[in-house]
């Protein structure tokens, strides 16, 4: 069954340390995303990429950064965690020009940053 | 500026009360309007996508509408499991990346 991964599920740690969120997707995408969400609150954007060695960034100011090396693999790194970061990162993945399907989404990283 | 808004913020309805959602928006050219159910503690669920108003859309008990300015996700007789925050989201033509609202949380008691 086609899937997007993402891990850790949680994650807790503390201010200043360099951190990585991975996403992997079975589907061969070539759309892949990385947004932001706090309860009760909208989905915003922090990167997207269109496919390998692409990457831009979205409306979300971000101290992170992503790669995309291979297409099932786009990880979020953030190379110095604030308490600011504390949120629920999402990962997404869709097909290039195909919106009659819309985005798959993981499971999500919940970070908190002590 | 675009922008989605999504009313009310929360409904609680008894089983088989049928309701609806809305979903305001402020678009430059719309391409797309999309509805995604969302789980506890998981990511969204893609539901429907809306390409251009009088547009319909059905699954199981419910029904995605569009118009020029809005969109309704109406319930029919609901059950417990569809309990959920539906998120509206919207893509403009001049620039492909999603704008979210902040979603309406639904709550069927049995």
């Known amino acids: 069954e086609a899937d997007i991964y993402q891990t850790p599920r949680y994650l807790v740690i503390g201010t200043g340390k360099k951190i990585t969120l991975e996403c992997s997707q079975t589907m061969g995408h070539d759309k892949m995303y990385w947004y932001q969400q706090d309860p009760g609150m909208e989905l915003h954007l922090i990167h997207y990429s269109y496919g390998v060695n692409s990457t831009e960034k979205g409306d979300l100011s971000s101290e992170s950064t992503v790669s995309r090396i291979r297409t099932e693999h786009f990880p979020l790194t953030l190379e110095s965690a604030r308490p600011s970061h504390t949120s629920q990162y999402l990962c997404?993945?869709?097909?290039?020009?195909?919106?009659?399907?819309?985005?798959?989404f993981g499971s999500g990283t919940r970070l908190t940053v002590v | 500026e675009d922008q989605v808004t999504q009313s009310p913020e929360a409904l609680r309805l008894q089983e088989g009360e049928s309701s609806s959602l809305n979903c305001s928006y402020t678009?430059?050219?719309?391409?797309?309007l999309f509805w995604y159910r969302q789980d506890p503690g998981k990511g969204p669920e893609f539901l429907f996508t809306?390409?251009?108003?009088?547009e319909e859309k059905e699954k199981e008990r419910l029904k995605a509408t569009l118009t020029k300015k809005e969109s309704f996700l109406h319930i029919t007789a609901p059950k417990p499991e569809d309990s959920a925050t539906y998120l509206c989201a919207v893509q403009a033509d001049s620039n492909y990346q999603l704008i979210w609202g902040a979603g309406t949380k639904l709550i069927i008691k049995p």
């Open positions: 997404a993945s869709s097909e290039l020009g195909d919106s009659n399907y819309g985005y798959t």
């Open positions: 809306l390409y251009s108003a009088g």
């Open positions: 678009v430059s050219g719309l391409r797309g």
